[in-house]
């Protein structure tokens, strides 16, 4: 089970704190990722971070203003989102998945299978 929390409603330029709390999946042998998706467009990948937390991948879109980290509790993945614009509105949802390569992951929503409820994001102008 995965659950986001520290979603909420900030002004353009602001911040958000994403945590992702996992039970059942542990930090061992899944890799996580941070997706995020409006209504009538697909999941769309927004960052990601390895089995041993030193790799992270990050789209395009949020490259340089979001940071995606493992927690030194064992099943808390955190995404820092700084300077968000109107753009970055959305619910945001984290995803595990179990990946035998522990160096490397992966913003492709087609590999996970594990999801939690998601949390709202709501930028204002």
């Known amino acids: 089970q995965l659950v986001e929390s520290g979603g909420g409603l900030v002004q353009s330029g602001g911040s958000l704190r994403l945590s992702c709390a996992a039970s059942e999946v542990t930090s061992d042998d899944y890799m996580i990722g941070w997706f995020r998706q ?10 990601c971070v390895s089995i041993s937390g030193t790799y992270t991948k990050y789209a395009n879109s949020v490259k340089g203003r979001f940071t995606v ?8 993945v955190f995404l820092q ?3 968000l614009r109107p753009e970055d509105t959305a619910v945001y949802y984290c995803g595990a998945e179990r990946r035998l390569d ?10 996970y299978n594990y999801w939690g409820q998601g949390t709202q994001v709501t930028v204002s102008s």
Not at 69 to 76: D, I, L, M, Q, V
């Open 38 to 47: 409006i209504p009538g467009k697909e999941r769309e990948g927004v960052a």
């Open 69 to 76: 980290s493992r927690g030194s509790a064992k099943n808390e």
């Open 81 to 83: 989102m700084n300077s």
């Open 102 to 111: 522990k160096f490397s992951c992966s913003i492709d929503a087609d590999y």
